[in-house]
């Protein structure tokens, strides 16, 4: 992995198992604070819930070694492969473990492909947010509007700083988050009593629909769509405050 290349799924999972070197960790470290699309799918990888241990482990004892081994012990001696016992056994081997795991790992992926959910993405990104990661951030007006011009132009939505404004909560950055293609606009608050608050959007044709409450990692959700956009609103504040909130939200976008 160069300095400036994407890191794969792969080297993020050895990055989560810790089985990279100071250099490579140093390097994801870096992209990771420079990317929030990739901190995303760092954290989708980080929560998988796949056995893999107990996976490899009972699958190891089941691979048929015995009978690869007459298999092997049979074939004439030139034509038996110029790598030892050993390597063919563990190789074969890992092709079993390697395949019913892999199997394991689609079905997981088709079932997830199955049933997408953007407000569980975006949960599992906020997951991570506390007050300190929003602190520091410029919150003048001008820079607001710069960073939801941005936004504008990904999703078609016409939001300015008075539009957004909320009680009690700052607004402290607009971005463009991406997943497998899909933009999803994310605007952050800080509320001084519960925290980081955010109100994200993404294109939708299923039509408007009314507010809906659910609860994902410990924060309240509200989401509700209009003919164009999905939207939610998450945070540790109380269901009935983020209503409140989007209620005033929803009113002044349709106007």
Same mark, same amino acid.
């Given at each position: ?48 819930? %796949? $056995?893999?241990? +107990? ?6 004892? &089941?691979?048929?070694?015995? @009978? =690869?081994? /007459?298999? !092997? ?63 520091? %951030? $410029?919150?003048? +007006? ?6 939801? &011009?941005?936004?504008?132009? @990904? =999703?078609? /939505?016409? !939001? ?67 003919? +164009? ?12 405050? =983020? ?13």
């Amino acid at each position: 992995m160069n300095d400036r290349a994407t890191p794969s799924d792969e080297q993020l999972v050895a990055y989560l198992d810790d089985q990279l070197d100071v250099e490579q960790r140093t390097r994801i470290d870096t992209a990771l604070a420079e990317d929030s699309t990739l901190n995303l799918r760092l954290q989708w990888l980080a929560r998988s819930s %796949l $056995p893999f241990k +107990e996976a490899y482990a009972e699958m190891g004892q &089941q691979a048929p070694r015995d @009978r =690869l081994q /007459l298999m !092997l012990d049979r074939l004439p001696s030139p034509e038996r492969p110029s790598m030892n016992r050993r390597w063919f056994l563990a190789a074969a081997a890992s092709l079993v473990v390697g395949s019913v795991v892999a199997d394991r790992l689609f079905l997981s992926w088709q079932s997830s492909q199955q049933k997408p959910n953007w407000r569980g993405l975006v949960a599992d990104y906020m997951s991570l947010y506390v007050p300190e990661t929003l602190e520091h %951030l $410029p919150s003048d +007006e001008s820079t607001q509007r710069a960073q939801l &011009q941005v936004i504008d132009t @990904r =999703l078609g /939505l016409n !939001l300015s700083p008075a539009k957004l404004l909320l009680p009690r909560s700052e607004f402290r950055r607009a971005q463009i988050l991406e997943y497998e293609g899909v933009p999803i606009a994310q605007i952050t608050y800080l509320d001084p009593v519960h925290g980081p608050i955010a109100l994200c959007a993404t294109r939708s044709n299923s039509g408007s629909r009314h507010f809906a409450r659910e609860r994902r990692h410990g924060m309240n959700v509200v989401y509700w769509a209009d003919m +164009e956009h999905a939207w939610m609103l998450i945070g540790h504040n109380p269901a009935s405050e =983020l209503e409140d909130m989007a209620k005033l939200l929803r009113t002044r976008f349709s106007t």
